[in-house]
């Protein structure tokens, strides 16, 4: 088991017991060769503490739990945290320097830390379906962004350097980036209610 890279041991729930986890084995930070950890529809209240002795784990995927608190997993590129009870980014995310694709929908996220600019390398982010209300200016810094979902919140205004993303499609590929649902307010509603593509040309106008 020295060289398992793998671990699946989310909740089924097909299970007549349905027995959910509330803390993982000792022997899990065993796993030192452990890339892909996925832990989904348990009970857990926080990142589990073993996982920070994994120094090569990739992907973690927490979907269906209450984890108000992150551990510190540097090669980690791949996190999902949806449908959970979040109120707020966790500001540890932002120390994650690897991380590629967060997933974070479907909670109860108001706000977004503006350190948020620390994840230089993020390609995705996966937001619809929580409370935001407005975004820090420096959301969009991460040049790799390509994909931007950040449809049914609370938004009524979206940062001047959305303009900036010349990796976003804009409209194209309507899975690139999205923001319906949301009373947006800040570019006239007549571009507002005509797409992200005549959104982009607001700001860049």
Sequence with gaps: LDQLQILERSSEPESCLRYQMELLPRDTSHFQNLTGLYI?????????????????????????????EMGALQRLHSLHLANNSLTELPVPLCQLRSLTFPD??????????????????????????????SLPENVCLSKNLHMLWLGNNHLWTLPASFGDQVNLDWGYSYCSCIFEGNPLESSPPEVC??????????FLS
């Design 40 to 68: 989904n529809s348990n009970n857990w209240k926080k990142i589990p503490a073993e996982t920070d002795t994994l120094s090569y784990l990739e992907r973690l995927t927490l979907s269906n739990n209450s984890p108000p």
């Design 104 to 133: 974070m929908s479907n909670s109860r996220i108001g706000t977004i830390p503006s350190s948020i600019q620390h994840l230089e390398k993020l390609e995705t982010q996966l937001l619809l379906f929580n409370l935001l209300e």
């Design 193 to 202: 209610s005509r797409g992200p593509e005549l959104i982009r040309d607001y």
